[in-house]
């Protein structure tokens, strides 16, 4: 479908940062299919701009970590026809909910006597903690290809429903691993399932649509597109219950060890797609309104 306007002109679209790491942008710029529909007028990445003009679609990536954070949604939300969150940061905390963490929230705000730098929030936020938002796009970053499905509204995009199944690797029935292997150790097997060698995978829980990159590269799923529909819409530890249920089905890992190794900070990314929902009160996102 064209994001045309019905005049012939570019529909405007905008993108704003908060705090994240800037791969949402990166990616977004791996792409260039949407030059012919739209008019890219905000992103302080490559075009300078004081505030955020009117415009049909504003993309948010990024955190609420801070107050200025927090402003500037505030502000650009006010000056769009349509808000899109994309990437994990926007959607669950992401890379900056890391911070919420005591040890390292303790750090940052040793330096009591800092000046002229945002304050922190005693917690880093999604953004529809604080402003409407029409469509969510998770990922960690979203793929160019999903960046162009959800701008240009795309009825050609196909997405799988979970990650296994556009990982292409078998499922072995007879290879039972008795421990997990820890990241970066030991061999990976090409074709065979990342969890039949022992690898904490969860790409079966995990909705599909990036066309699984990570496993295919041989490492595994860390889940940053967020629960599959089956899983979106209930609580975090249903997600967490389903992996124990996959994991004690193919393997003799014994639960604890999962459980724990989901929840350790060496593995903090889960974390990360957990921390919206886990034991908070944020609700969950419609999965009629995520890509
Ligand atoms: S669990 Fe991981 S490695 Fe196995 S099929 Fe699913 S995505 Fe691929
Ligand atoms: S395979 Fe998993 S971790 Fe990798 S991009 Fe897809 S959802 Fe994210």
Same mark, same amino acid.
């Given at each position: 479908?064209?994001?045309?306007?019905?005049?012939?002109?570019?529909?405007?679209?905008?993108?704003?940062?908060?705090?994240?790491?800037?791969?949402?942008?990166?990616?977004?710029?791996?792409?260039?299919?949407?030059?012919?529909?739209?008019?890219?007028?905000?992103?302080?990445?490559?075009?300078?701009?004081?505030?955020?003009?009117?415009?049909?679609?504003?993309?948010?990536?990024?955190?609420?970590?801070?107050? %200025?954070?927090?402003?500037?949604?505030?502000?650009?939300?006010?000056?769009?026809?349509?808000?899109?969150?994309?990437?994990?940061c926007a959607i669950s905390g992401g890379?900056?909910?890391?911070?919420?963490?005591?040890?390292?929230?303790?750090?940052?705000?040793?330096?009591?006597?800092?000046?002229?730098?945002?304050?922190?929030?005693?917690?880093?936020?999604?953004?529809?903690?604080?402003?409407?938002?029409?469509?969510?796009?998770?990922?960690?970053?979203?793929?160019?290809?999903?960046?162009?499905?959800?701008?240009?509204?795309?009825?050609?995009?196909?997405?799988?429903?979970?990650?296994?199944?556009?990982?292409?690797?078998?499922?072995?029935?007879?290879?039972?691993?008795?421990?997990?292997?820890?990241?970066?150790?030991?061999?990976?097997?090409?074709?065979?399932?990342?969890?039949?060698?022992?690898?904490l995978c969860i790409g079966s829980s995990?909705?599909?649509?990036?066309?699984?990159?990570?496993?295919?590269?041989?490492?595994?799923?860390?889940?940053?597109?967020?629960?599959?529909?089956?899983?979106? %819409?209930? %609580?975090?530890?249903?997600?967490?219950?389903?992996?124990?249920?996959?994991?004690?089905?193919?393997?003799?890992?014994?639960?604890?060890?999962?459980? %724990?190794?989901?929840?350790?900070?060496?593995?903090?990314?889960?974390?990360?797609?957990?921390?919206?929902?886990?034991?908070?009160?944020?609700?969950?996102?419609?999965?009629?309104?995520?890509?």
């Amino acid at each position: 479908m064209s994001s045309r306007e019905g005049n012939g002109k570019l529909k405007r679209f905008a993108v704003l940062q908060l705090s994240g790491c800037a791969g949402c942008e990166v990616s977004l710029l791996n792409a260039n299919e949407w030059l012919e529909e739209y008019q890219l007028v905000y992103m302080p990445l490559v075009i300078s701009a004081y505030i955020v003009p009117h415009v049909d679609v504003l993309l948010v990536s990024g955190g609420v970590r801070t107050d %200025e954070d927090l402003y500037n949604l505030r502000r650009a939300t006010r000056q769009a026809d349509q808000v899109i969150a994309v990437g994990t940061c926007a959607i669950s905390g992401g890379v900056a909910s890391l911070g919420n963490r005591d040890d390292v929230r303790e750090l940052f705000l040793a330096g009591g006597d800092r000046r002229h730098i945002p304050r922190l929030l005693p917690r880093c936020a999604p953004i529809d903690s604080a402003v409407m938002v029409d469509r969510y796009l998770p990922g960690c970053p979203p793929t160019p290809e999903l960046f162009m499905a959800i701008l240009l509204d795309s009825t050609d995009f196909r997405a799988s429903r979970i990650v296994c199944q556009e990982c292409g690797r078998r499922k072995l029935r007879d290879v039972r691993p008795a421990h997990l292997t820890g990241f970066q150790h030991g061999h990976v097997e090409p074709d065979i399932c990342l969890i039949n060698q022992g690898y904490l995978c969860i790409g079966s829980s995990t909705r599909g649509g990036c066309r699984a990159p990570c496993p295919r590269a041989g490492h595994p799923c860390v889940g940053c597109r967020g629960p599959s529909d089956a899983l979106i %819409e209930r %609580e975090a530890q249903d997600w967490m219950d389903s992996i124990q249920r996959v994991f004690a089905g193919m393997t003799d890992i014994p639960p604890d060890e999962v459980a %724990e190794a989901l929840r350790s900070p060496q593995l903090a990314l889960f974390l990360f797609q957990f921390s919206d929902y886990a034991g908070s009160s944020a609700r969950p996102r419609p999965k009629e309104k995520v890509l």
